[in-house]
């Protein structure tokens, strides 16, 4: 089964609303997590490493303030997308890293709709 | 920069046909290299790995090898089965970085097996 859940798998907003996207472990702690980002036939683009108790490390071109990240907990990690415009519209994935395996499990996406 | 570049797809093939998915990569150094899958609904896996050059990875008798002089990590099969489709995704891990952080994505190949 899933290790990592994403969630929600779907969601519609209209511009100038913000959207929290949920990436939880199931079965291990994990201190990292990332955030990715894909376009319709691109690849999957790093957008940030969220650390555990700590600010997260956002790739360069990603607007902090736009996507933020919280890592509260060692199972959670959440991505909240604020004033969001149909440019943000996109599939947005996340990742966890199990340290103890040195594997990085992903989320099935969520994809996002902005109207 | 470093970046990955795999064939387009979609890629469809009768079943117990032959399937070979290029990947090739941009990196400075000595990278790892991985293949990861993703069934319809769900999160990416890894599907298997290659730490340095001439290193062959495999699992579920899928194949790849570490080509440095040619910058590549093709993905073989010898005979796909419909349970196959999928999409399929190359990925780059930046050497010093620990192999499963900060992964460099290609866009991905979309592999349809028919009966």
């Known amino acids: 089964g899933a290790v990592v859940s994403q969630h929600p798998s779907r969601v519609i907003c209209k511009s100038g609303t913000s959207v929290k996207i949920e990436c939880r472990s199931l079965?291990?702690?994990?201190?990292?997590m990332f955030w990715y980002r894909q376009f319709p036939k691109q690849s999957l683009m790093l957008m940030a490493t969220?650390?555990?108790?700590?600010?997260?490390?956002?790739e360069q071109g990603v607007e902090k303030d736009k996507f933020l990240i919280n890592h509260a907990s060692l199972t959670l990690s959440t991505l909240t997308v604020t004033s969001a415009h149909p440019e943000d519209s996109s599939f947005y994935i996340c990742?966890?890293?199990?340290?103890?395996?040195?594997?990085?499990?992903f989320g099935a996406g969520t994809r996002l709709s902005v109207l | 920069g470093n970046s990955v570049t795999q064939m387009e797809g979609p890629v469809t093939l009768s079943e117990e046909a032959f399937l070979t998915i290029n990947c090739t990569y941009t990196?400075?150094?000595?990278?790892?290299l991985f293949w990861y899958v993703q069934y319809p609904g769900e999160g990416l896996q890894l599907l298997l790995k290659?730490?340095?050059?001439?290193d062959k990875g495999s699992n579920k008798g899928f194949e790849a090898t570490y080509r440095k002089e040619t910058t590549s990590f093709h993905l073989e099969k010898g005979s796909v089965q419909v349970s196959d489709s999928a999409v399929y995704f190359c990925?780059?891990?930046?050497?010093?970085?620990?192999?499963?952080?900060?992964?460099?994505f290609g866009a991905g190949t979309r592999l349809a097996v028919h009966p």
């Open positions: 990742s966890a890293l199990d340290r103890g395996k040195n594997i990085q499990y």
């Open positions: 079965d291990f702690q994990a201190t990292t």
């Open positions: 969220s650390n555990e108790g700590s600010k997260a490390t956002y």
């Open positions: 990196a400075t150094g000595y990278p790892s």
């Open positions: 290659a730490t340095k050059a001439d």
């Open positions: 990925a780059l891990g930046p050497q010093g970085s620990g192999g499963y952080n900060k992964l460099i």
